[in-house]
């Protein structure tokens, strides 16, 4: 459970939260951490099905486009320049 606060009062809490995650039923998501984080926050946690792969590939390929999402902000984040100058803080630009 504390691990789960420190991650919404130092993250979350700054970036935003879920309403709902679609997730392919990898035993990480239904772990302590997770049930007692999804409590907290308040989002849905979905399973996909087992026979329905389909949905398994769209979460994947989101998870895949949300990684490539937060590289390039990691890698830019630094040489951004707004029209204060550069910034240091990549988590300001995000959306």
Request: hydrophobic share 40%; aromatic share 14%; net charge positive.
């Given at each position: 459970m504390d691990?789960?606060?420190l991650l919404w009062n130092n993250i979350?809490?700054?970036c935003g939260v879920p309403k709902i995650i679609?997730?392919?039923r990898d035993?990480?998501?239904?772990s302590e951490f997770?049930?007692?984080?999804?409590?907290i926050i308040g989002t849905k946690l979905v399973?996909?099905?087992a026979y329905h792969p389909y949905?398994?590939?769209?979460?994947?390929?989101?998870?895949q486009t949300m990684e490539d999402i937060l590289?390039?902000?990691c890698a830019y984040g630094l040489e951004y320049k707004d029209h204060e100058g550069y910034t240091h803080e990549w988590v300001t630009l995000l959306p």
């Open positions: 691990t789960a606060l979350i809490s700054t679609v997730s392919d035993p990480k998501f239904t997770w049930t007692n984080l999804y409590d399973f996909s099905t949905t398994d590939r769209l979460a994947e390929r989101m998870i590289r390039r902000f």
